[in-house]
C-alpha cells in the first residue's frame, strides 16, 4: 500500500528521535515534520520529546538549537562516492569510514537512553549510524527520501525501516522490489511559512525600496551554498536582466565580494534594481511571495517549494549530483511545462533565452506557475505525520 491510510489516532505524548541533515535539503523536512508532529500533539493536550541526532557542522547544528530543539551529536564520516576503487580508498575515506563504528556507538547509547517511539532518518551521511542504532535498539525507523532515488544514507538504512516515505510517485517503479511493500509516498515536507510570505515584507526586510515595482522580480539561489556557475551566469546576464527585472541574488556567504565588487561597475539607476545576499533566513518566503520568477538549482527542497508555491523557474541543475538527480528534477518538470530547465554547459546567453519570454509575458508566467502547482504537495508534512504515528502505534 503506498498511500497514508486511514488518519491514526494521536497519542497524548510521543517520544521522537530525528536524524539527518548535512544541507537544507535534509534539514528542513526534519524540521517541519517535527513541528507538524508538535501541533497535532499539542492540539489534543498531547506533548512531542524530540531529540535532534546530528553532526557539529551541519545545518541541523544552527537550525535544531534556533527552534528550541533538543540536539545532540554523534562523529560520522563522508564516504566520497567514485567508481574508482583507488579514489574509494583515499586516506580521507579510510579515516571517515573509520569513524562510522565510534558514531553507531555514539548513537546507540543515545537512542537507547532516549527511547523513542519512532526514529525518523532524512537523509545525509549523519542519518546512518542513527538509523543503525534504532535497529540495534529495536526501535521502528521511518526514513523519508526527498530525491527521486534513494539517496546513499538510506540505501544503507533500507532494510532496517519499517516504512520508506518517498516524496514522488515516481520514487516505486525505482525501489528494489524488496523495498516496495515498505514504501509510502508523502511529498516532501516544507516549512509552512514557506506558503504565507507577502511581497511587502521582503520589501522592508531586505530594503528593496529602489526596485522599480512597475518590473517583474526575479530570485536567484543556488542553494544554501551559493552556486558559483549560477552566480557567473547570471553576472554576465546582469546588465541585460536589469533593464527588464529587479533581481534578488542569493549568491552564498562565501561569494558575496567578488559580485559586490562587480556591481560596483553597475549603472546607479540599475544597480538599485539588484540586492546581493549570502543567504536568505527567515525571510526567505517573502522573497519568494515577491518573486515573479526563479533562477534556481533543481535540489528537491527548492522543488518542493516552488511547486507547491506554483512559481515559474528557470532551472540551472548540479551536473554532478548523485545519478544526475537534479537534472531529471528539472526535466520532470519542464516536461509538463512547469519549468524551464538549462542542462547541459550554461551561458548567460542561454539564461537570456530562457527568461526573456517568461519576463515579457505575464501571461505565459501564470500558464507555467499553474503547471507547476499540479507537482506542489503542499500536505506533505501531514502525510509524514500520519507514517509516523501508525508506525509507532503498530510497534
Ligand atoms: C549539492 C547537493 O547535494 N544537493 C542536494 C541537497 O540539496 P540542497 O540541500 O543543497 O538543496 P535543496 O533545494 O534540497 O534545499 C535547500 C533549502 O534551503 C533553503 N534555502 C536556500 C538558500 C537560502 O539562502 N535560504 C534558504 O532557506 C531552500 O529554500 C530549501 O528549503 O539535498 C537535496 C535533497 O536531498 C538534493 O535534491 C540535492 O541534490
Same mark, same amino acid.
Given at each position: 500500500?503506498?498511500?497514508?491510510?486511514?488518519?491514526?489516532?494521536?497519542?497524548?505524548? $510521543?517520544?521522537?528521535?530525528?536524524?539527518?541533515?548535512?544541507?537544507?535539503?535534509?534539514?528542513?523536512?526534519?524540521?517541519?515534520?517535527?513541528?507538524?508532529?508538535?501541533?497535532?500533539?499539542?492540539?489534543? +493536550?498531547? !506533548?512531542?520529546?524530540?531529540?535532534?541526532?546530528?553532526?557539529?557542522?551541519?545545518?541541523?547544528?544552527?537550525?535544531?538549537?534556533?527552534?528550541?530543539?533538543?540536539?545532540?551529536?554523534?562523529?560520522?564520516?563522508?564516504?566520497?562516492?567514485?567508481?574508482? @576503487?583507488?579514489?574509494?580508498? #583515499?586516506?580521507?575515506?579510510?579515516?571517515?569510514?573509520?569513524?562510522?563504528?565510534?558514531?553507531?556507538?555514539?548513537?546507540?547509547?543515545?537512542?537507547?537512553?532516549?527511547?523513542?517511539?519512532?526514529?525518523?532518518?532524512?537523509?545525509?551521511?549523519?542519518?546512518?549510524?542513527?538509523?543503525?542504532? &534504532?535497529?540495534?535498539?529495536?526501535?521502528?525507523?521511518?526514513?523519508?527520501?526527498?530525491?527521486?532515488?534513494? +539517496?546513499?544514507?538510506?540505501?544503507?538504512?533500507?532494510?532496517?525501516?519499517?516504512?520508506?516515505?518517498? #516524496?514522488?510517485?515516481?520514487?516505486?517503479?525505482?525501489?528494489?522490489?524488496?523495498?516496495?511493500?515498505?514504501?509510502?509516498?508523502?511529498?516532501?515536507?516544507?516549512?509552512?511559512?514557506?506558503?504565507?510570505?507577502?511581497?511587502?515584507?521582503?520589501?522592508?526586510?531586505?530594503?528593496?525600496? +529602489?526596485?522599480?515595482?512597475?518590473?517583474?522580480?526575479?530570485?536567484?539561489?543556488?542553494?544554501?551554498?551559493?552556486?558559483?556557475?549560477?552566480?557567473?551566469?547570471?553576472?554576465?546576464?546582469?546588465?541585460?536582466?536589469?533593464?527588464?527585472?529587479?533581481?534578488?541574488?542569493?549568491?552564498?556567504?562565501?561569494?558575496?565580494?567578488?559580485?559586490?565588487?562587480?556591481?560596483?561597475?553597475?549603472?546607479?539607476?540599475?544597480?538599485?534594481?539588484?540586492? /546581493?545576499?549570502? $543567504?536568505?533566513? @527567515?525571510?526567505?518566503?517573502?522573497?519568494? !511571495?515577491?518573486?515573479?520568477?526563479?533562477?534556481?538549482?533543481?535540489?528537491?527542497?527548492?522543488?518542493?517549494?516552488?511547486?507547491? /508555491?506554483?512559481? @515559474? &523557474?528557470? $532551472?540551472?541543475?548540479?551536473?554532478?549530483?548523485?545519478?544526475?538527480?537534479?537534472?531529471?528534477?528539472?526535466?520532470?518538470?519542464?516536461?509538463?511545462?512547469?519549468?524551464?530547465?538549462?542542462?547541459?554547459?550554461?551561458?548567460?546567453?542561454?539564461?537570456?533565452? !530562457?527568461?526573456? @519570454?517568461?519576463?515579457?509575458?505575464?501571461?505565459?508566467?501564470?500558464?507555467?506557475?499553474?503547471?507547476?502547482?499540479?507537482?506542489?504537495?503542499?500536505? !506533505?508534512?501531514?502525510?509524514?505525520?500520519?507514517?509516523?504515528? #501508525?508506525?509507532?502505534?503498530?510497534?
Amino acid at each position: 500500500m503506498n498511500t497514508p491510510s486511514a488518519i491514526p489516532p494521536v497519542p497524548t505524548s $510521543f517520544r521522537l528521535i530525528v536524524t539527518g541533515g548535512g544541507t537544507g535539503g535534509h534539514t528542513y523536512p526534519a524540521l517541519t515534520a517535527i513541528r507538524t508532529l508538535q501541533a497535532r500533539l499539542a492540539a489534543g +493536550g498531547g !506533548a512531542l520529546d524530540v531529540l535532534w541526532i546530528g553532526t557539529e557542522e551541519g545545518l541541523e547544528a544552527r537550525v535544531a538549537p534556533a527552534e528550541g530543539i533538543a540536539f545532540d551529536t554523534v562523529v560520522t564520516g563522508k564516504i566520497r562516492r567514485s567508481s574508482n @576503487p583507488l579514489k574509494m580508498a #583515499s586516506p580521507a575515506n579510510v579515516r571517515d569510514m573509520a569513524r562510522v563504528p565510534l558514531g553507531v556507538a555514539q548513537a546507540r547509547r543515545i537512542v537507547s537512553g532516549f527511547r523513542p517511539d519512532v526514529v525518523l532518518a532524512t537523509g545525509g551521511y549523519v542519518a546512518v549510524p542513527a538509523g543503525l542504532a &534504532a535497529r540495534m535498539c529495536k526501535r521502528p525507523l521511518v526514513l523519508h527520501e526527498q530525491t527521486v532515488r534513494l +539517496g546513499l544514507a538510506n540505501r544503507k538504512l533500507a532494510g532496517s525501516a519499517a516504512r520508506i516515505a518517498l #516524496s514522488s510517485d515516481s520514487s516505486l517503479a525505482l525501489l528494489p522490489e524488496q523495498l516496495r511493500p515498505l514504501a509510502v509516498v508523502t511529498g516532501n515536507p516544507i516549512r509552512p511559512e514557506v506558503l504565507s510570505g507577502h511581497p511587502d515584507k521582503a520589501v522592508d526586510a531586505l530594503n528593496l525600496y +529602489g526596485f522599480e515595482r512597475g518590473l517583474p522580480t526575479v530570485y536567484v539561489t543556488g542553494g544554501a551554498q551559493g552556486s558559483q556557475q549560477i552566480n557567473d551566469v547570471v553576472r554576465d546576464a546582469l546588465p541585460w536582466l536589469l533593464e527588464r527585472a529587479n533581481v534578488i541574488h542569493q549568491c552564498g556567504p562565501a561569494n558575496v565580494e567578488p559580485l559586490r565588487r562587480h556591481v560596483a561597475s553597475l549603472h546607479p539607476g540599475l544597480a538599485a534594481r539588484y540586492h /546581493l545576499t549570502g $543567504f536568505v533566513g @527567515p525571510e526567505l518566503p517573502d522573497v519568494l !511571495a515577491l518573486a515573479d520568477l526563479v533562477v534556481s538549482r533543481s535540489g528537491a527542497g527548492t522543488l518542493a517549494e516552488l511547486t507547491a /508555491l506554483g512559481k @515559474p &523557474a528557470v $532551472f540551472i541543475p548540479l551536473a554532478t549530483s548523485a545519478g544526475n538527480e537534479q537534472a531529471h528534477n528539472a526535466r520532470h518538470l519542464e516536461e509538463s511545462g512547469a519549468a524551464v530547465a538549462l542542462i547541459g554547459e550554461v551561458t548567460a546567453d542561454r539564461l537570456v533565452a !530562457a527568461a526573456g @519570454p517568461l519576463l515579457t509575458d505575464p501571461a505565459r508566467r501564470a500558464a507555467m506557475a499553474e503547471r507547476a502547482r499540479a507537482h506542489g504537495r503542499p500536505d !506533505a508534512a501531514d502525510r509524514l505525520v500520519d507514517v509516523l504515528l #501508525s508506525v509507532a502505534a503498530r510497534s
